[in-house]
Antibody, heavy 117, light 107 residues
Framework: QVQLVESGGGVVQPGRSLRLSCAAS????????MHWVRQAPGKGLEWVTT????????YYADSVKGRFTISRDNSKNTLYLQMNSLRAEDTAVYYC??????????WGQGTLVTVSS | AIRMTQSPSSFSASTGDRVTITCRAS??????LAWYQQKPGKAPNLLIY???ALQNGVPSRFSGSGSGTDFTLTISYLQSEDFASYYC?????????FGGGTKVEIK
């Protein structure tokens, strides 16, 4: 069965960096586009970024462009999100999600990132 | 970016009710629309894709319709486990965007 397990969340000061990971299992990771989606406390869902099967294409929301970088290691079945220059408004639960034609058919349980001094 | 507007943002209903949630896109997205259910503290769960296709394992009381700019999610007979938040999402082009969500509460 498909499993996505995020890790790396925590409390970080504004302006600092954090890297999230998402360990995938139960499917052929290298065959699928992957995404990060976030949800601020008490708010709705926001797509953050997408990476192609082989990492050749990446897309970012304007809110994170230039600060966040998505990457993947297909040999380790792992998706990453490098978050730099973090702001208070980046506080959210971050979900990794498996793609099926640009919608999300499987989601991880999420990891909470809190940006606070 | 394509803007997705859901209505209502919340409402109360009773078990057994038929409920409808609407989602409007700011431009034509054909049928590139998905619906998700989210319960408190949990990840979203895919219900509907391609505007009207039911995801495997989702009860048949859920249905979706629409094309172009106007879409609906209908729950034909509300069950206790259906009290949750619902989100639409377009996947016509990047950036992908979600509606603001609809919370279905117990009356």
């Amino acid at each position: 069965q498909v499993q996505l397990v995020e890790s790396g969340g925590g409390v970080v000061q504004p302006g600092r960096s954090l890297r999230l990971s998402c360990a995938a299992s139960g499917f052929t990771f290298s065959n699928y586009i992957m995404h990060w989606v976030r949800q601020a406390p008490g708010k709705g869902l926001e797509w953050v970024t997408t990476i192609w099967y082989d990492g050749s294409n990446k897309y970012y929301a304007d809110s994170v462009k230039g600060r966040f970088t998505i990457s993947r290691d297909n040999s380790k079945n792992t998706l990453y999100l490098q978050m730099n220059s973090l702001r208070a408004e980046d506080t959210a639960v971050y979900y990794c999600a498996k793609d099926f034609s640009n919608y999300f058919d499987y989601w991880g349980q999420g990891t909470l990132v809190t940006v606070s001094s | 970016a394509i803007r997705m507007t859901q209505s209502p943002s919340s409402f109360s209903a009773s078990t057994g009710d038929r409920v409808t949630i609407t989602c409007r896109a700011s431009q034509d997205i054909s049928t590139y629309l998905a619906w998700y259910q989210q319960k408190p503290g949990k990840a979203p769960n895919l219900l509907i894709y391609a505007a009207s296709a039911l995801q495997n394992g989702v009860p048949s009381r859920f249905s979706g319709s629409g094309s172009g700019t106007d879409f609906t999610l209908t729950i034909s007979y509300l069950q206790s486990e259906d009290f949750a938040s619902y989100y639409c999402q377009h996947y016509y082009t990047y950036p992908l965007t979600f509606g603001g969500g609809t919370k279905v509460e117990i009356k």
